[in-house]
């Protein structure tokens, strides 16, 4: 059979697409699976009943991860597809779904033509990519690949107090696979791009050359609370200022540096929160990212030295905690020129660009060749229910897809 003309089912993996985003489905649109909510346990159960009917053999690990192994010809490292199903609060169905839903389309595909290939293929789910209930994100797949300590990552509480431990044990996803030994020959990940620049240059493929780094700190400000008419402006101690002076500098930030910088300020919160009231707490949430290292540590250093500055002229108190920080990585570049040479062969446009968010795929760089496989996001909205990519998009991407990993796998 000539391997070259398998064709991936569109309306098949479309399907499966519509279906899990039906789990925990938001009115008016998008969906709200939060990693170990009890959404998340009916989509894992889900994915884990689509892999084995797929004959795939299914195993959990201690951090949750689940991976679906499809034996080959010889014992050797699988060739790996994976992503997340856990979403934001109030996301897209196609936000890691899509990857892990390809991923299985592919195997479906060598199914119903009877390849087997010569290395084995494995398709995984990872726990907790989004870091939007336990901090930080990439935890499964860090845990994974030997980057984040088991039991540091099981002790995590979340922005509800649950451990990260218990709520595993109580979804029933508490796995006994030893983590942070599994290695892959390779691995590839399809994912939306979650950005406007493909859609916007009419690209439909984004061959991804690396992923950003990423720094996520958290400040507690304390001060006092006051009567917000009767306290002089000179004799205010206000938590509420400084974190809205940390948002502006923020952004104040990242257009000085320019480039690649960004910032944001995604968590904001007063205590007690009431119109006439000086805050005497508050708590925000700062997210730096660069594709230099370098730059981004500047950066950190500019947002630390202005809180510390601005909260002595205030009399303020000041904690600060790293929810996460991931330095940028670079993909294989042979890995990289496969997906663009793929593409290519099968008559589409393709870009080189990086990756803006954070992924699975920088965990398992380090350890084996891995690349990314971008499709446009529509308008380039992402953690959003109006999060959409056509089918025509998928179906370019999960094409691609299923070339580079019959590439690797037929070796």
């Known amino acids: 059979m000539n391997l070259t003309t398998l064709r991936i089912d569109l309306d098949r993996l479309h399907r499966q697409l519509v279906t899990l985003g039906g789990i925990g489905a938001l009115p008016g649109g998008g969906v709200a699976r939060l990693a170990l909510s009890d959404a998340d346990r009916a989509g894992r159960d889900l994915v884990v009943d689509w892999m084995r009917k797929l004959g795939l053999q299914v195993t959990v690990d201690r951090i949750g991860n ?6 080959g010809e010889s014992d050797g490292l699988p060739v790996t597809v994976g992503s997340h199903i856990d979403t934001v609060k109030a996301g897209g169905i196609y936000d890691g779904n899509l ?27 990872f726990t907790n990519e989004e870091g939007s209930r336990f901090a930080p994100d990439m935890m499964g797949s860090a845990v994974h690949q030997g980057f984040l300590d088991l039991d540091q990552a099981l002790a995590v509480r979340g922005i509800d107090g649950k451990s990260v431990g218990e709520e595993l044990v109580r979804i029933g996803y508490a796995g006994e696979v030893p983590t942070g030994i599994f290695r892959a020959h390779c691995y590839f990940e399809l994912h939306v791009e979650q ?20 720094s996520w700190t958290e400040y507690r400000i304390s001060g006092v609370s006051n009567h917000a008419g009767t306290t002089p402006m000179r004799m205010r101690r206000d938590a509420g200022y400084l974190a809205a002076a940390i948002s502006v500098e923020a952004r104040a930030i990242a257009q000085a540096m320019g480039g690649d910088q960004v910032a944001t300020t995604g968590l904001l919160q007063f205590k007690p929160n009431l119109v006439n009231v000086i805050p005497g707490e508050a708590v925000i949430t700062v997210d730096l990212r660069n594709t230099d290292e370098m730059l981004l540590q500047a950066a950190e250093r500019r947002m630390h030295e202005f809180v510390a500055r601005n909260a002595a002229a205030e009399n303020l108190d000041v904690q600060q905690r790293v929810l996460a920080r991931f330095e940028p990585v670079a993909f294989d570049p042979v890995m990289v020129d496969l997906v663009e040479r793929e593409a290519h062969r099968l008559g589409y446009s393709v870009r080189r660009m990086p990756s803006g968010a954070g992924h699975d795929a920088q965990m398992f760089a380090p350890n ?4 990314m496989i971008f499709v446009p996001s529509v308008r380039g909205i992402s953690h959003n229910p109006a999060e959409f990519t056509t089918q025509d998009q998928i179906g370019a991407g999960a094409q691609v897809l299923l070339g580079v990993v019959l590439e690797q796998a037929m070796k």
């Open 368 to 371: 084996c060749p891995t690349a």
């Open 66 to 71: 689940v991976l679906g192994l499809r034996p």
């Open 195 to 214: 950005g406007p620049v493909l859609e916007q240059e009419g690209m439909q493929i984004g061959a991804v050359e690396g992923v950003q780094g990423i």
């Open 99 to 125: 990857g892990v839903l390809a991923g299985l389309e592919v195997i479906a595909v060598l199914n119903d033509a009877g390849i087997v290939t010569k290395r084995p293929l494995a398709v995984g789910f």
